[in-house]
C-alpha cells in the first residue's frame, strides 16, 4: 500500500498522488477504507443503532451481537481463571452470550414479564436472528417502550 503513496513535485508544488482509488489523487478517505477492509473484522450481519436510546445501550447490544461481552466462557477463553463456566443464576449450563439472553430459565422468565408487560405475544427465541425476526414482526409507534431494547 504505502508504494501506491507517492510525493510528487509538479511545477513548483509538491503533492501527494496515490493510486487506491485509481484517480492518482490523495484521499484520506480512500487510505481509511482501504485499512479498515484489511485489518478489521466483517460482519454479515448489519449493525443496528437506534438514535431514540442511549449510546452505551447502542454498544452493549453490539457488543452482545458479537459475542464479545464477559461472559464466563469468554472469560475464561482470554485467560481468566474462573471457579466455574456455569451461569450462576442457573447452574443448569456454560455462561456465553446465547444462553444469558435465551437459553437461561431466569432470562426467559425475564423477557415473558416484559412481554406480558408491553402487551406482546411471547415467542420462543433462541438467538439473536430469531430475536430480530420476531422483533420486526410488530407495528410500533413513535416511542414504543419495545424500542428501548435496541
Known sequence: MINRVLLLRDEGFIRWTCDLSGDGEFKVKVIRN???????????VAT??????PIKVNVFSWCARRDRLPTRVNLSRRGVLLDSHLCPLCNAAMEDVQHVFFRCDVARVVLR?????????????CSFSDWDAWFLSFRL??????????
Open 34 to 44: 482501504f485499512i479498515d477492509d484489511l485489518f478489521l473484522p466483517s460482519s454479515d
Open 48 to 53: 443496528r443503532w437506534v438514535k431514540f436510546i
Open 113 to 125: 414479564k416484559i412481554c406480558r408487560w408491553w402487551d406482546l405475544d411471547w415467542q420462543e427465541i
Open 141 to 150: 409507534s413513535t416511542f414504543s417502550p419495545v424500542q428501548l431494547l435496541f
